[in-house]
C-alpha cells in the first residue's frame, strides 16, 4: 500500500478554464474526502464520499465544483470556469468507514492565473 | 457544527526545550480530535487522536496531548522539541457521527537552535 495519491502534483491554468484532479485513496478505504487549503489556513472541507456515494458537500462550495467517484475507488474534482480565488492546494484523504483517522495525499497546488 | 481555536498562530522554542500548542473546539455534540503535522510541500501526516478513553494520548515523534472536556481542549506537549519539529501543526475535531473533520488555522512551531 502507497498510500494516498493526486495527481498532478502542480497545476498552472488561465482563469476561464476548465481543471480536473484526481486522486487515489488507499485502496481498502470506503470513505473519500476532498479538502482545500489557502495559504494560512487550515484545511476546509468540500466534499466527501462513502464509496460511489457523494455523502456531504460543503454549501460554501461553488456550482462550478463538481466530485465524482464512479466506481468507488478514485475520485475525480473539476472545477469549471476557473477564478483566481481558486488558486489553492487541493487535498484528498481517505478513511475507513469505521474509523475517522484520515490518511492524507501530498495535495495538487492550483494556480489560476 | 463544530469550530476549533488554535490560539497560537506562532510558536518560537529553542531546541530540547519544552513547548505546548493550545486547541480549544466548540461542538454541540460528542467529537473525535486530532493532531495533524505538515512539513512543508508534504502532505498533513496524523500525530495522534483521541476517540475515547484514556484522556491522555500519546502519539508519534514524543508527542502528547490532553483531553478536556470540561474546557474543551486539546493541547499538544512535547517535552524536548529537536529541529525536525519545525513544521504546521494543525488541530481537527469530527463529530462522532460525521465523516468530515474540523480543522484549526494551525501553529507554525519554530525549533531554533
Known amino acids: 500500500d502507497t498510500g494516498v495519491s493526486q495527481n498532478p502534483r502542480h497545476k498552472i491554468t488561465k482563469r476561464g478554464q476548465n481543471v480536473t484532479f484526481r486522486c487515489d485513496p488507499i485502496?481498502?478505504?470506503?470513505?473519500l474526502y476532498w479538502y482545500r487549503q489557502t495559504l494560512g489556513q487550515g484545511p476546509e472541507f468540500l466534499t466527501y464520499f462513502q464509496n460511489e456515494a457523494q455523502l456531504e458537500k460543503s454549501r460554501l462550495l461553488s456550482d462550478r465544483f463538481s466530485a465524482e467517484r464512479p466506481k468507488g475507488s478514485f475520485s475525480t474534482l473539476e472545477i469549471q470556469r476557473t477564478e483566481q480565488g481558486d488558486s489553492a492546494m487541493y487535498l484528498c484523504?481517505?478513511?475507513?468507514?469505521?474509523?475517522?483517522?484520515?490518511?492524507f495525499g501530498p495535495g495538487t497546488r492550483l494556480t489560476v492565473l | 457544527a463544530q469550530s476549533v481555536t488554535q490560539l497560537d498562530s506562532q510558536v518560537p522554542v529553542f531546541e530540547e526545550a519544552p513547548v505546548e500548542l493550545r486547541c480549544n473546539y466548540s461542538?454541540?455534540?460528542?467529537?473525535?480530535l486530532f493532531w495533524y503535522v505538515q512539513y512543508p510541500n508534504q502532505g498533513l501526516q496524523l500525530l495522534l487522536k483521541?476517540?475515547?478513553?484514556?484522556?491522555l494520548v500519546k502519539g508519534i515523534n514524543g508527542f502528547e496531548a490532553e483531553f478536556n472536556k470540561s474546557q474543551t481542549s486539546f493541547h499538544l506537549r512535547k517535552p524536548s522539541v529537536h529541529i525536525s519539529d519545525t513544521a504546521e501543526y494543525f488541530c481537527?475535531?469530527?463529530?462522532?457521527?460525521?465523516?468530515?473533520?474540523?480543522f484549526g488555522d494551525g501553529t507554525t512551531l519554530t525549533v531554533k537552535p
Open positions: 485502496s481498502e478505504h470506503n470513505r
Open positions: 481537527a475535531v469530527s463529530g462522532t457521527n460525521a465523516g468530515k473533520s474540523t
Open positions: 483521541y476517540l475515547s478513553g484514556s484522556t
Open positions: 461542538s454541540s455534540v460528542s467529537v473525535y
Open positions: 484523504a481517505s478513511s475507513l468507514s469505521s474509523g475517522n483517522e484520515q490518511f
